[in-house]
């Protein structure tokens, strides 16, 4: 068994039971960081990846992000999720021919979403959003990888909060062939609950940022996967802010001040 194969297949077993937390780093550096510290397995960021790169959420290339799953997915031993927005098209014949690009990339997963960039239309059409779906699906089965889709709907984070018409677009593509399902966004313990039953017994992920604030409640609730997008990188770039911005506007080290060192970074990456 290849080694990709084998991180597919160490991918899927960690969606069978439990919970597990998927962290999202947006280098190859984050990404080594991560790993060491025990995580079972990766997702990428779009949007940490594109301030990586200085430009805004979804403004990356496709080019850009097939070669970044490559670079992450041959840093690390474990398991990588990618983040491929909305596939870097609108019909499915286009998203059936990129994601058979991606599954080449050695990633164990992939997640397709129904946003379409538009603020005055933000999600595709059901139908149209089915059909992408559907198609990503079948560009897995005709690649024989078995790479784990994960399928995305961006309702609560596209100003249309509504719990049945998430449901709904959930359960319609759990039908269609969908391994994990995904609105990130969901606020609420209720809403949560709602999700996960609705699609059971497929496996569900949930973004940091409800109610429900530690692995454990996500997990009492049902939740497989939980993953924390940009937060990550948010993170770490508000250190960074601090600290120029300290530096900047009065002359002070002090935001630097317990940073890690120099040797222990040297060490990690050694």
């Known amino acids: 068994m290849t080694r990709t194969a084998t991180r597919i297949q160490t991918f899927r077993k960690l969606h069978e039971s439990g919970c597990f937390v998927i962290p999202n780093p947006w280098d190859v550096g984050s990404a080594k960081l991560l790993e060491q510290l025990g ?7 779009s949007s ?21 799953f490559r670079l992450i997915a041959e840093a690390v031993a474990v398991p990588v999720n990618g983040d491929f927005e909305g596939g870097f098209a609108t019909e499915p014949e286009g998203v059936q021919a990129n994601v058979t690009e991606a599954v080449s990339t050695g990633i164990a997963g992939l997640s397709i979403e129904d946003s379409t960039g538009n603020p005055d239309q933000p999600l595709y059409d059901f139908s149209l959003a089915l059909e992408r779906i559907q198609a990503a699906r079948e560009a ?5 990888t078995g790479v784990l889709l994960t399928a995305r709907t961006e309702g609560f ?3 249309r909060p509504d719990i049945e018409e998430t449901i709904r677009r959930l359960t319609a593509f759990a039908k269609a062939g969908a391994d994990c399902l995904y609105a990130p966004g969901l606020r609420t313990k209720e ?11 497929k ?13 454990e409640k996500l997990a009492a609730v049902g939740v497989r996967r939980i993953s924390v997008g940009g937060a ?24 630097m001040t317990g940073a890690v060192s120099y040797g222990e970074m040297n060490q990690r990456f050694s």
């Open 191 to 201: 809403e949560i609950k709602r999700v996960v039953a609705a699609v059971a017994p």
């Open 203 to 215: 496996p569900v992920n949930v973004l940091v940022g409800s109610e429900l604030d530690t692995v």
């Open 232 to 255: 990550l990188a948010r993170t770490a770039w508000t250190a960074f802010l601090n600290a120029a911005k300290d530096l900047a506007n009065s002359g002070s080290f002090s935001q």
């Open 48 to 68: 940490g990846f594109a301030w990586s790169l200085g430009l805004p959420d979804t403004k990356t290339s496709i080019k850009q992000a097939l070669e970044h």
């Open 140 to 144: 897995i089965e005709k690649s024989g």
């Open 157 to 159: 984070i596209t100003g």
């Open 39 to 45: 995580f079972p397995a990766l997702a990428t960021t």
